[in-house]
């Protein structure tokens, strides 16, 4: 008789419990943790939710949840748990992300020569003569290799004349570096200097006398180089921008400057 009193009374709590688990919705999230309770309404971006024996609502991201087995009994999906697979492309997208953590590319120089036109063998040269001091200067920096450089973009078909049809953030991402280098050489020519020197020798012979004279001239320019650099980071934020004149005269001043401004970067280090 006491045995089947026991065995009524246990059937009759379980039904109870039952019954009481069945009136909430249970909210499975994709980390595997189960939320019990009542989900009070659904939004495009998220649901709201009211735990069990609580009054306090909150707010749960949809793309933290898996899935909801509402007390109806029917289930609704949002968003697959992770796998092994997906948890190992996530950890390799990470992984690319820091890979290009202090990776530096200098892109090719707009160098405008004297004449006013553009010339790209010289703005070629500018960008190795620019990755050639970073790699001496910023040695807390990887300076990615102009010739890897000049090939992504290349295979891109970008050439100077549409290179500002990216923004940095996008160039950043297609070089799969975090900062790029930019920069402008404008060389102007200020002035023609001329020089010319004249010596008169005579000599004489008994009654007769000769004499020679000779002249030479010579000209030189002088030349305004204009230096302009500027950093941004794979944000698209600038970290740096600065335009430079040089000092001295000569159409190849640039180097002095390009270092000069170099030397006041972020990424210079003693």
């Not at 009070?40 to 649901?47: F, N, Y």
């Not at 402008?184 to 020197?197: D, H, K």
């Not at 005579?202 to 002088?222: C, E, L, T, V």
Request: net charge negative; charged share 20%.
């Amino acid at each position: 008789m006491k045995k089947t009193v026991f065995l009524t009374l246990l059937m009759l709590v379980s039904v109870m419990t039952f019954a009481q688990e069945g009136d909430f919705d249970k909210v499975v999230k994709v980390n595997g943790e189960e939320m019990i309770g009542k989900v009070v309404s659904i939004d495009d971006t998220s649901i709201q939710f009211i735990y069990k024996g609580e009054s306090l609502k909150y707010t749960v991201a949809k793309s933290e949840i898996n899935k909801i087995q509402f007390s109806s009994g029917r289930v609704q999906f949002f968003t697959e748990a992770p796998t092994a697979e997906t948890s190992t492309t996530a950890a390799q997208s990470t992984a690319g992300l820091q890979d290009h953590h202090n990776l530096v590319a200098v892109l090719p120089f707009d160098y405008m020569n004297s004449g006013g036109s553009r010339d790209d063998k010289m703005g070629l040269k500018v960008q190795s003569d620019c990755y050639t001091y970073l790699r001496k200067k910023a040695k807390l920096f990887t300076i990615q290799d102009p010739m890897t450089t000049n090939a992504t973009l290349l295979k891109n078909n970008l050439t100077p004349d549409n290179l500002i049809g990216l923004t940095p953030q996008e160039m950043a991402h297609l070089l799969d570096v975090e900062y790029v280098v930019y920069g402008t050489v404008v060389i102007t020519q200020t002035g023609v200097t001329s020089t010319s020197s004249n010596s008169y020798n005579s000599k004489s012979d008994g009654n007769r006398y000769s004499s020679s004279n000779f002249g030479s001239s010579s000209s030189s320019a002088s030349f305004n180089t204009n230096v302009d650099l500027k950093i941004y980071n794979d944000q698209g934020q600038n970290v740096y921008s600065d335009t430079h004149d040089s000092f001295w005269p000569s159409e190849n001043a640039y180097e002095v400057t390009l270092n000069y401004l170099i030397k006041r970067t972020p990424l210079y280090s003693k």
